[in-house]
């Protein structure tokens, strides 16, 4: 099963990893958040967005 991990950075900021069932990192939030409830809505933003984004090449 995929998981989000919610954590605390060593600068005390909150920050999220997707966890794959293999127990590889396979995204992390890229930022660190003030508070764990700001980390959280993070979390739900990409939940609802991802499934709507493009998939682009770049050059």
Do not use: T
Not at 40 to 47: A, P, Q, T
């Amino acid at each position: 099963m995929y998981k989000f991990e919610v954590y605390k950075d060593k600068g005390g900021q909150h920050r999220w990893r997707l966890v794959a069932p293999n127990g590889k990192s396979i995204a992390d939030s890229g930022e660190g958040y003030s508070s764990r409830q700001a980390c959280l809505d993070g979390i739900e933003s990409v939940k609802k967005n991802a499934a709507m984004a493009e998939v682009v090449e770049v050059p």
